[in-house]
C-alpha cells in the first residue's frame, strides 16, 4: 500500500478500530464506578456509549463484569510490576513489602474514589466477592514475586505466606480508605506497624 492510499485507509477507520483498547475500557470503567455505578449492574451498552464504540467492541475484550474485574486487578499488579525498581532488593524483607506496598496505595490513589466504590461494593455482592477472592490471592502472590520473597527462585532471603500478607494488606486498606491525609500519613504509619508485627512473628 503506497503511502497516500494508506493515509486515506487510516483516515477511514473509525475511532473504534483507532482508540478502543484494554486500558481505553478500563479506564472508562473507572470513571462509571467513581460516579457510583455498580460493577454488579453495569450496563455494558452505556460503557459502550461512553467509549463511543460498538458493545461488541468490549465484549472482545471483557465477556462480562467478572472479566472486566480481573482486568482492573491484572492491570493494578502490572503497574505496581512496572512501578517497582531493582533497588528495593537491596531492602531487608520488610522493607521490600513496605515500599512494595505504598506503591500499590499511590497507583489506588490516582483513581481512588473508583477503588473506594469497588473494594465497598465487593463486600457487599457475593457474587463478586467469590471473583475476587481468587485474583486478590494471585495478586497477593505477584507482590511477593515481586518482592522476590516467595521462594520460588531459590534466591529468596525469607518465604512469606500469601495470606499472611494478605492481613497486613487488607488491615491497611481498611485505614487507607479513611486516610485523609494528602501524604497518605495513617496508611504508611499503619502498613509500618503491621509489617513489624509480622516480621516480629516470622523471627
Known amino acids: 500500500m503506497d503511502k497516500i492510499s494508506y493515509t486515506a485507509y487510516t483516515h ?32 455494558f451498552n452505556v460503557l459502550a456509549a461512553s467509549l463511543e464504540c460498538e458493545t461488541s467492541e468490549i465484549y472482545a475484550h471483557y465477556n462480562d463484569e467478572n472479566a472486566l474485574f480481573k482486568g482492573l486487578m491484572a492491570q493494578l499488579d502490572q503497574r505496581c510490576a512496572d512501578e517497582l525498581t531493582h533497588h528495593i532488593m537491596n531492602e531487608n524483607p520488610k522493607d ?22 469497588l473494594f465497598y461494593e465487593v463486600l457487599k455482592t457475593p457474587p463478586l466477592l467469590k471473583t475476587a477472592m481468587p485474583q486478590f490471592h494471585d495478586s497477593m502472590d505477584v507482590m511477593l514475586r515481586l518482592c522476590d520473597l516467595n521462594g520460588r527462585d531459590g534466591a529468596s532471603v525469607q518465604t512469606f505466606k500469601v495470606g499472611a500478607i494478605a492481613i497486613v494488606y487488607l488491615n491497611t486498606v481498611r485505614v487507607w480508605l479513611n486516610d485523609q491525609t494528602s501524604d497518605m500519613a495513617q496508611t504508611m504509619a499503619e502498613l509500618d506497624r503491621s509489617l513489624t508485627r509480622l516480621d516480629s512473628v516470622i523471627a
Open 96 to 117: 521490600r513489602l513496605f515500599e512494595a506496598f505504598m506503591a500499590r496505595f499511590d497507583i489506588l490513589n490516582e483513581d481512588r474514589k473508583s477503588w473506594e466504590n
Open 12 to 43: 477511514s477507520m473509525t475511532k473504534t478500530e483507532k482508540t478502543v483498547t484494554q486500558d481505553n475500557i478500563l479506564a472508562a470503567l473507572k470513571s462509571h464506578l467513581a460516579s457510583g455505578e455498580k460493577l454488579s449492574h453495569l450496563d
